[in-house]
């Protein structure tokens, strides 16, 4: 997840690109949004792309970005497409305009995204045809590596269920799993003590974009929203409910969460994506970030992942039940 403005990539003009933690006008509505991948915000970003987290080895954002109690935090996306970014409000000037959010780190809190302001009060903002009567749905048998379960079981399960309580009492607000949010916690921060997962930083610090978290619940509620709008906007994904997601939906979440809509834009699956995949099977292991040509492309494109698992394995690790 990230540092600063390394959140989410930059969108094309019709996809948005989020980056968490990251916050970047452009100069027209045309222009890609850029966000960073973990730990950034884009309150207040014209076209904001992904959520970088700084302290899992990204950058902090330069772009300033407003608090998180910023009414609506997701950042303006393509003229066709809405992208929310992490942590940031941003007022389209037209239904038409998009969202853009940040990948990790940025919030969305409270903000209704571009296009979607006529839906009634509770409504699901973006929802899939509903199974239909009687269809079997299929579990995901997860195919991990010996070496991913155990890299997992040793590092990652212990802090994550100890604090499962907290994780699910947070993600009730906004409707989403707790698996998800916990997911979120540790590859944005290793879901350490005292730190936070929107930029890595450690709780009470003040962020480049001038916001400040003091406790770990209010942290995780800004990428909570931030899961929600960035998923709505770049893959029109609706997560806030309690219905179980296929593998490839999760990806997108957490591709959206981190890079925004710049995978879409460069045609490049969120299944290529190692922060959502890495270690999910055999094929997924000694994984690079996409090798993107992109001035303000977050993660050092084309570099290696370090880290021996991605987001998904981490969902999977802790029982959810994916489907196929």
């Known amino acids: 997840m990230p540092t600063g403005a390394g959140r989410p990539a930059q969108g094309a003009a019709d996809v948005p690109g989020l980056v968490h933690g990251t916050s970047v006008t452009p100069p027209a509505a045309a222009a890609a949004a850029t966000a960073y991948s973990n730990g950034g915000s884009a309150a207040g970003a014209d076209l904001a792309v992904g959520n970088p987290v700084p302290a899992v080895g990204n950058p902090v954002p330069s772009a300033a970005n407003p608090t998180p109690t910023a009414p609506a935090r997701p950042a303006q996306g393509a003229a066709d497409v809405p992208g929310p970014a992490h942590g940031t409000s941003v007022a389209s000037p037209a239904a038409a305009a998009a969202a853009t959010a940040y990948s990790n780190g940025g919030s969305a809190a409270g903000a209704d995204p571009a296009g979607d302001r006529s839906r009634p009060p509770g409504a699901s903002p973006v929802s899939g045809p509903a199974p239909a009567a009687g269809a079997t749905l299929t579990v995901y048998h997860a195919h991990m590596p010996p070496s991913v379960r155990q890299a997992f079981l040793t590092s990652a399960k212990m802090p994550l269920v100890r604090s499962e309580q ?3 009492d947070v993600a009730g607000h906004t409707g989403i799993r707790w698996e998800l949010l916990a997911a979120c916690d540790w590859m944005q921060c290793k879901a350490r003590h005292g730190y936070s997962p929107v930029y890595g930083e450690k709780l009470g610090a003040l962020n480049p974009d001038d916001t400040c978290y003091r406790t770990k619940s209010a942290a995780l509620a800004q990428c909570a929203s931030d899961l929600v709008q960035l998923a709505r906007s770049v893959y029109q994904l609706d997560i806030a409910t309690s219905r179980e ?3 490839r939906d999760l990806a997108n979440v957490f591709a959206a969460f981190r890079w925004g809509g710049l995978l879409r834009q460069h045609n490049t699956s969120a299944m290529d994506f190692p922060y959502s995949v890495a270690g999910l099977t055999a094929d ?3 994984m690079r970030w996409p090798n993107i040509d992109e001035a303000n492309a ?3 494109p084309g570099g290696r992942f370090r880290q021996p698992f991605g987001a998904v394995p981490v ?3 802790l029982n959810y039940q994916a489907l196929m």
Request: charged share 20%.
């Open 166 to 168: 907290l994780y699910r």
């Open 245 to 247: 997601l296929t593998v």
């Open 298 to 300: 977050p993660d050092k």
């Open 284 to 286: 997924h292991t000694h």
């Open 315 to 317: 969902v999977l690790g």
